[in-house]
């Protein structure tokens, strides 16, 4: 493999990590401030796809799409915090398992029942639409490299929200310990909420996001949700910069992998870095809960 | 014990003399199983309509008798498949079975079905198994043996003289057909064979890969969703222009090419089938399939329309007596219809012996994006099984 190659996969792999980071933020923060495992997670992802799509078409904007699309994807994420998943915070993991399962089966039948079962599609702006030439003899599609800006940016915005805001000290102290914030009166059921909407608001982004490159169809969720949950449980739970780190990494181990190893070796290689992980560091890179 | 075996019998000996009557049925159940829920029911959809828009065209009947069809979802699991099949002959009492879209489910149910003396008509599946050794009586194929149409595409490029081809599906027994079917007919030299993860969303390492690999050409088989998301980044990396991509009509049929948008326009595919060809039956079936569901129909469809048509043939022969296996069988293996296809006979194995074409996609009058036959790579192409089929 030659140094363009190299940089090339390196680039490829740095794309991935940087979707996966986004898919990962907001379940890191859901299940550890809220203790909830939610594997209805990549519905709102591709909730977030299809209402950019159905913007888009409304519109004829890409950025108008997803700049109404995220405040939608927010709203559907507190609303199905408020109807179903407030009930199951006292519940054990197993019923929140169960739930949220359900929550896939009726979310991938109500895309169906609005949208039908054909899958839809999200243009490029005509501007993106090509790939740039980096430097001669290395071509690199345009809008990748808009999905490794918008993904580094919102990394930095989260970095500050979590580590230099109010919200972000309530956020980090729910984390750490639910009691205590609840004790010293903060309204957790409203946090809760915001958390999950913010959660919902990224997962969709990253549907967004992902809408030009991949089909928008029903089920589109479920094989970067097992990813995100990889990457949360390496990067340690709760944790944003665990997740942005462990999310660029999986990235890179995977594109590698895949170039480097036979087919079945190389769709093993991040579940053999998940278990080292959890053997050196059985709590995540950087656990939230001490 | 005896008592109660001797009573059975005596039950089931009065039930068969009163159930096998000796006139026409007065109506005809069909059980319809497909794939109808989750990621891979666009296609379950799509036959079923095509097999309703049939039945409409013959008269709202099959063979004259008044039709009850009855949707059964198997899920895209084979004991899923097998339960539902098996409710359908047991408490429905359907007469024949039709749809099967994933040649998994297919292996599943084809012995089940076919061993209670029932009619399996596949408007989709077609493994090789089947069509080989373990061929079945009671199964009839109307759609293609699973490797004919990437065989039809090894041709043209064989006969096209590309030298170097690079290959490329995804890491499952129909990736593994599609390969093995086309280097049936291609003979180059074969760069790679890339198998990739099944549902795999994102190829931007792959196609690197391929690349820095400088083949004449690309042959790809990725059905559904995974094509949307294959097409999309192989003309988004710009590799469009610089490495000419073949495939078949399951990665470019008409339910996929809206969601590629422009990345499909140009590219060629092999296919049994194509929205204009040109016969009466298929002008019909195009126009009508347009006017009853507001969009072109894709080759599933059409494989819906043919099923029907073929039960119908059949139903005809045997004057709607449902009971004479053995001249229903005769009837199907005549398969004596105008086929959406043109000529279309069946083999000793109960699959087609039919022509194959390679189409472009490109945009018709109203700017969406369909297909067109541009050569005809094979005229009257049997499977590469038929041989092993002890049937005569």
Request: net charge neutral; charged share 20%.
């Given at each position: 493999m ?8 390196g680039l490829?792999g740095l794309?991935?990590g940087v979707m ?5 933020a907001g ?7 809220m203790?909830?495992i ?6 709102l ?5 299809y209402?950019?799509a ?9 950025l108008?799409a997803?700049?109404l699309?995220?405040p939608?994807t927010?709203?559907?994420g507190?609303v ?13 993991h197993?019923?929140?398992?169960l739930?949220?399962?359900g929550l896939i089966?009726?979310?991938n ?11 839809r599609?999200?243009a490029?702006p005509?501007?993106?639409?090509h790939?740039v030439?980096?430097?001669?003899g290395m071509r690199?599609p345009?809008y990748?490299l808009?999905?490794i800006?918008v ?6 915005l989260?970095?500050?929200l ?14 750490s310990n639910?009691e205590m914030?609840n004790?010293?009166?903060?309204n957790i ?5 915001v958390?999950?909407?913010l959660?919902?608001?990224?997962a ?6 992902a ?5 928008i169809?029903?089920g589109?969720g479920?094989p970067v949700?097992?990813l ?5 449980v390496?990067?340690?739970i709760?944790s944003i ?6 999310a660029v990494?999986?990235?890179?181990v995977?594109t590698?992998?895949?170039v480097?190893l036979p087919?079945g070796?190389s769709s093993?290689?991040i579940?053999i870095?998940?278990a080292?992980?959890l053997?050196?560091r059985?709590?995540g890179?950087?656990p939230?809960?001490? | 014990m005896?008592?109660t075996?001797l009573?059975i019998?005596a039950?089931a ?7 096998l009557?000796?006139?026409a ?6 059980g ?13 959809t799509?036959?079923l309509d095509?097999?309703?828009?049939g039945i409409k065209?013959?008269g709202?009947?099959?063979g004259g ?9 198997d ?7 097998v339960?539902?099949a ?6 429905d009492?359907v007469?024949m079975?039709t749809?099967i879209?994933?040649?998994?489910v297919m292996?599943a149910?084809?012995?089940?079905i076919?061993?209670?003396g029932?009619?399996?008509?596949s408007?989709?599946a ?8 373990q ?9 293609w043996?699973?490797d004919?149409t990437h065989?039809?595409?090894?041709k043209?490029?064989?006969d096209?003289?590309?030298?170097r ?10 990736g593994?057909d599609?390969?093995a079917?086309?280097?049936h007919?291609f003979?180059g030299?074969?760069?790679a064979?890339v198998?990739?993860k099944?549902?795999?969303p ?7 890969q ?8 690309v042959?790809c088989?990725y059905?559904?969703?995974m094509?949307?998301?294959f097409i999309?980044q ?6 469009k222009?610089?490495?000419p991509l ?5 990665t470019?049929d008409q339910?996929?090419l ?7 326009l140009?590219?060629m595919?092999?296919s049994f089938?194509?929205p ?5 039956v298929?002008?019909?079936?195009v ?13 599933f469809?059409?494989?819906?329309y043919?099923?029907?048509?073929l039960i119908?043939s059949g139903?005809r022969a045997v004057g709607g007596?449902?009971n004479e ?6 009837a199907?293996?005549?398969a004596d219809?105008?086929s ?5 006979k069946?083999?000793n194995?109960h699959?087609p012996?039919q022509?194959f ?7 018709n009058?109203?700017?969406v994006l369909t297909n067109?036959?541009v050569a005809k ?16």
């Open positions: 030659d140094a363009t190659l190299l940089l090339m996969q490829n794309q991935l996966l980071f986004l898919m990962a379940l890191t923060l859901v299940f550890g401030v203790n909830l939610n594997l209805s997670h990549g519905s992802y591709m909730m977030g796809a209402l950019a159905s913007l888009q078409q409304q519109t004829g904007s890409f108008w997803i700049l699309a995220v939608a927010l709203a559907v507190m199905v915090e408020v109807v179903t998943l407030r009930k199951l915070y006292d519940r054990d197993l019923d929140q398992v739930a949220t399962y089966l009726f979310f039948e109500l895309v169906r029942m609005v949208w039908g079962p054909q899958a599609f999200m490029l005509e501007a993106l639409s790939s030439v980096l430097f001669p690199y345009a990748r808009v999905i800006g993904g580094l940016g919102v990394g930095g989260l970095f500050w979590i580590h230099h805001t109010r919200l972000g000290m309530l956020i980090r102290a729910g984390a639910r914030v004790a010293l009166g903060v059921k409203v946090l809760y909420t958390v999950f909407g959660g919902a608001a990224l969709g982004l990253a549907g967004m996001m809408g030009p490159i991949l089909s169809e029903v589109m479920e949700l097992i995100a949950f990889i990457v949360v390496i990067g340690g709760g910069k665990g997740a942005f780190v462990a990494l999986v990235g890179l995977d590698f992998g895949r480097l087919a070796v093993m290689s579940c870095l998940m080292g992980m053997c050196w059985p709590k890179l950087f939230a809960h001490g | 005896k008592r075996g009573g019998l039950v000996a009065w039930v068969l003399s009163s159930g009557p000796c006139h049925a007065d109506a005809i159940k069909i319809y199983i497909a794939t109808m829920s989750g990621p891979g029911a666009s296609l379950g799509d036959i095509g097999f309703k828009l065209h013959c709202d009947k099959l008798l008044p039709v009850e069809v009855i949707v059964g979802d899920q895209l699991k084979p004991e899923i498949g339960q539902v098996t409710r359908m002959l047991e408490k009492k007469d079975v749809g879209v994933f040649s998994n292996m149910v084809a012995k089940p076919t061993d209670q029932v009619f399996l008509i408007a989709n077609g493994p090789s198994p089947l069509a080989g050794a061929c079945l009586p009671n199964l009839f194929t109307v759609s043996q699973n004919q065989e039809a595409m090894g043209y490029l064989q096209k003289g590309v030298k081809l690079y290959l490329m599906a995804p890491d499952y027994q129909a593994k599609a390969m079917g086309f280097k007919s003979k030299e074969i760069v064979e198998f990739t099944i549902n795999q994102d190829y931007a390492a792959e196609l690197a391929l690349r820095a690999a400088k083949p004449d050409a042959f088989f059905p559904g969703g094509g949307i998301n999309k192989y003309a988004q990396a710009g590799l222009e610089e490495i073949y495939t078949t009509a399951f470019l339910s996929v809206q969601a590629m948008g422009d990345a499909a140009g590219l595919n092999a089938w194509s204009d060809l040109d016969n009466p298929n002008k019909k079936f126009a009508d399939f347009k006017a009853a569901y507001g969009r072109l129909p894709s080759l469809a059409a494989q819906g043919d099923a029907a048509l119908d139903v007596n449902l296996k053995d001249k229903l069988r005769d199907f293996k005549k219809f105008q959406v296809r043109g000529k279309f069946f083999n194995n699959f012996i022509d074409y390679i189409r472009q996609v490109v945009k009058e109203e700017g067109k036959i790579a094979f005229t009257d192409h049997a499977d590469a099984y038929c041989d092993q089929c002890p049937m005569k």
